[in-house]
């Protein structure tokens, strides 16, 4: 599908070594000096950790814009859209590392586990105290160190590090106390949320993904009903319209009729219907505002 909007990796902000495949951690002031393009709306294919120790601005995450403050943590899967704006004072700690990095058994779903990396259900900010966050602190300067200098068994000290590093965090992630234990969480909407990921644009009913998944629809519903307080045709519907809303704004060499069918409408009038009944604009009025 053509797109405008940058996809950024690991080696687009690293040297030529063996962990930029899978692992970077660096300052962000040095981030930001030698990387200015990232103040403009990208995706990234890897996981991102933003924690910021000063400063104020704001950041926007797929249209939805967060307050930037001391003693916040930001939190990106692969594929999400974002841009920040940030005062010339802020300091920080960026994180990247890929699903492979991070999983020992590719094609697991173990980064699910955390609260912050399920977009369907939660934000993608932790607001703290600073005294909460001194375990974290902790960690992500035990990281900048280890990353420094190749040094034996980095790759398994760094991983380490991680897993420790996402388990504090998930500890003081406001929503885990909310929500339902994880062992309750039912693995079925670990592998609906990759399948829509994967599918969303060329199958749209929700059989293809209840028979994917070996259930019947009915069940499936039931499943997304009572632990996301939605239909699974919602979650489908909300994927579209957000990639709809990526479309319309980030690639403007698409016409209406392009974005419809780079979605899987073959009737461009029926996805102005469907655009229009979820967001209270039509395709081209959404443009037009920006």
């Not at 380490?160 to 693995?187: G, T, V």
Request: charged share 20%; aromatic share 14%; glycine share 4%.
């Amino acid at each position: 599908m053509p797109e405008k909007l940058p996809v950024y990796r690991i080696p687009d902000f690293t040297a030529a070594r063996a962990l930029t495949h899978g692992f970077h951690v660096v300052d962000l002031q040095a981030h930001r000096q030698k990387h200015a393009f990232v103040q403009a709306p990208h995706k990234h294919d890897f996981y991102l950790l933003l924690h910021i120790r000063q400063g104020q601005g704001t950041h926007t995450i797929d249209f939805t814009t967060y307050d930037l403050r001391p003693n916040s943590v930001f939190f990106l899967t692969p594929g999400q859209v974002h841009a920040w704006d940030l005062s010339p004072d802020t300091q920080g700690t960026l994180l990247f590392f890929s699903p492979d990095f991070y999983q020992e058994a590719p094609g697991s779903e173990q980064l699910r586990q955390f609260p912050f990396f399920r977009a369907w259900q939660n934000p993608a900010v932790l607001y703290a105290e600073a005294a909460q966050l001194t375990p974290v602190e902790n960690l992500l300067q035990d990281l900048l160190r280890e990353y420094a200098q190749p040094l034996s068994l980095q790759t398994e000290a760094l991983r380490a590090y991680l897993r420790l590093l996402l388990i504090f965090l998930a500890r003081l992630y406001p929503a885990a106390h909310a929500a339902q234990d994880n062992a309750n969480w039912p693995f079925y909407l670990y592998q609906l949320e990759a399948l829509v990921e994967q599918h969303y644009r060329e199958h749209h009913p929700v059989k293809f993904y209840a028979d994917a998944l070996h259930l019947s629809a009915k069940y499936l519903n039931e499943l997304c009903k009572q632990n996301l307080g939605k239909t699974t045709s919602d979650l489908l519907q909300e994927r579209l319209v957000l990639e709809a809303r990526r479309l319309l704004t980030h690639s403007p060499h698409l016409n209406i009729t392009q974005v419809a069918h780079a979605l899987g409408f073959e009737d461009n009038s029926y996805f102005s219907r469907f655009f229009k009944k979820h967001t209270g604009n039509t395709p081209e009025q959404f443009r037009q505002r920006g």
